[in-house]
């Protein structure tokens, strides 16, 4: 049989791909706003690009619109700007992008994923459209849509879009026995699990990590001089038996520690969110990682998985059982040396896939 026919992306596509690029250099920076990235094409190559760098600082629209007129551009007036997002089109900490985009004299918007604020759904198409803006909507909707998962579950319900971790051994042990190191998983797995700290507003644990392990839950390998704001270190806790001598209450950090004395997980993450607390990283232990999933409030899993045999310690999932297995998809599976890494996102009992 012959090969099949590989798609070809349209022009559109193309360009997209381009302004997700830029939207990825701004994710966990931007909170409580949406990433977002946006190129200016004119003749078939772009003469200005940009992303969203922080809430309160320009959009990336104004950013892309900026650029090429740095660039003296003389193409700017009737060129296609590319946007992730749909353009905002009121004024909040900065004025509205579709007045800017208006008077840039851009003569078409091709965006990918609507807005998910009720507020500002499909407002700005229209606008656009009645100044004589040629307007494009859903190109790579679901790539546009992934990027902002955190912002449109937080604004849609005021809760943080939640991402569970874990270290564990092949039996299913995220503790080794008696006297031995706590370190369950290799460098590289570590290390790529604390990168994902980059991603997040804030990261949760349960009061038996900061006692046995003493923590940092810092920005480490590279990612300290990003600009990202250290996320808020939340430790939740029944007895409020903590010792003051951990680093999270110690360390030049110290102001960016919670602690959620008597709350259950479902109403510490509602505090988060009334906060504009958009994403939230849990990394442990057993207890917190096993209510999360039992009480359905995990959004996407990273589990490393080690080539080692504990035979007793905590289990990954502590506490009660669960009621029914969990399934995830669009499961990716990244070996990292000798650990595994499964990535995906849960599919609850009872909910149809996507």
Same mark, same amino acid.
């Given at each position: 049989?012959?090969?099949?026919?590989?798609?070809?992306?349209?022009?559109?596509?193309?360009?997209?791909?381009?302004?997700?690029?830029?939207?990825?250099?701004?994710?966990?920076?931007?909170?409580?706003?949406?990433?977002? *990235?946006?190129?200016?094409?004119?003749?078939?190559?772009?003469?200005?690009?940009?992303?969203?760098?922080?809430?309160?600082?320009?959009?990336?629209?104004?950013?892309?619109?900026?650029?090429?007129?740095?660039?003296?551009?003389?193409?700017?007036?009737?060129?296609?700007?590319?946007?992730?997002?749909?353009?905002?089109?009121?004024?909040?900490?900065?004025?509205?992008?579709?007045?800017?985009?208006?008077?840039?004299?851009?003569?078409?918007?091709?965006?990918?994923?609507?807005?998910?604020?009720?507020?500002?759904?499909?407002?700005?198409?229209?606008?656009?459209?009645?100044? *004589?803006?040629?307007?494009?909507?859903?190109?790579?909707?679901?790539?546009?849509?992934?990027?902002?998962?955190?912002?449109?579950?937080?604004?849609?319900?005021?809760?943080?879009?939640?991402?569970?971790?874990?270290?564990?051994?092949?039996?299913?042990?995220?503790?080794?026995?008696?006297?031995?190191?706590?370190?369950?998983?290799?460098?590289?797995?570590?290390?790529? @699990?604390?990168?994902?700290?980059?991603?997040?507003?804030?990261?949760?644990?349960?009061?038996?990590?900061?006692?046995?392990?003493?923590?940092?839950?810092? =920005?480490?390998? *590279?990612?300290?001089?990003?600009?990202?704001?250290?996320?808020?270190?939340?430790?939740?806790?029944?007895?409020?038996?903590?010792?003051?001598?951990?680093?999270?209450?110690?360390?030049?950090?110290?102001?960016?520690?919670?602690?959620?004395?008597?709350?259950?997980?479902?109403?510490? =993450?509602?505090?988060?969110?009334?906060? @504009?607390?958009?994403?939230?990283?849990?990394?442990?232990?057993?207890?917190?990682?096993?209510?999360?999933?039992?009480?359905?409030?995990?959004?996407?899993?990273?589990?490393?998985?080690?080539?080692?045999?504990?035979?007793?310690?905590?289990?990954?999932?502590?506490?009660?059982?669960?009621?029914?297995?969990?399934?995830?998809?669009?499961?990716?599976?990244?070996?990292?040396?000798?650990?595994?890494?499964?990535?995906?996102?849960?599919?609850?009992?009872?909910?149809?896939?996507?």
């Amino acid at each position: 049989m012959p090969p099949p026919i590989a798609h070809k992306e349209t022009p559109d596509q193309h360009w997209m791909h381009l302004a997700l690029d830029q939207a990825k250099l701004g994710v966990g920076l931007t909170s409580p706003n949406p990433p977002v *990235g946006a190129v200016i094409v004119a003749q078939e190559r772009v003469i200005g690009r940009g992303y969203h760098h922080k809430a309160g600082e320009p959009h990336a629209e104004v950013e892309a619109i900026r650029d090429a007129q740095k660039m003296n551009s003389k193409q700017l007036r009737g060129a296609t700007i590319y946007v992730t997002l749909e353009p905002c089109c009121t004024h909040g900490r900065t004025p509205p992008c579709t007045e800017a985009i208006k008077a840039a004299g851009i003569k078409r918007v091709v965006f990918g994923a609507h807005d998910p604020n009720p507020s500002h759904h499909e407002q700005a198409q229209n606008l656009l459209r009645l100044a *004589g803006i040629e307007v494009t909507a859903g190109v790579l909707e679901a790539e546009c849509l992934a990027i902002i998962r955190p912002f449109a579950k937080w604004i849609t319900t005021g809760i943080p879009y939640v991402i569970a971790k874990a270290g564990q051994s092949l039996d299913g042990r995220i503790t080794r026995p008696g006297e031995e190191s706590s370190i369950i998983t290799n460098d590289a797995a570590r290390a790529h @699990g604390r990168r994902l700290r980059m991603r997040v507003d804030a990261i949760l644990v349960g009061a038996e990590t900061i006692r046995k392990d003493n923590p940092k839950l810092t =920005l480490r390998d *590279g990612s300290a001089g990003s600009g990202k704001l250290q996320p808020w270190r939340v430790v939740m806790t029944r007895s409020g038996d903590l010792p003051q001598h951990s680093h999270i209450f110690t360390d030049e950090f110290k102001d960016r520690t919670v602690v959620m004395h008597g709350k259950d997980l479902p109403e510490a =993450l509602a505090i988060l969110g009334k906060h @504009g607390v958009l994403s939230v990283l849990i990394e442990g232990g057993g207890i917190i990682l096993g209510q999360a999933f039992r009480e359905q409030l995990v959004d996407e899993v990273y589990w490393y998985i080690a080539p080692r045999l504990c035979g007793g310690g905590r289990p990954s999932l502590a506490g009660a059982a669960l009621p029914a297995s969990i399934e995830l998809q669009d499961v990716t599976v990244r070996p990292m040396g000798d650990n595994v890494c499964f990535h995906g996102f849960p599919v609850w009992p009872g909910a149809d896939k996507e």
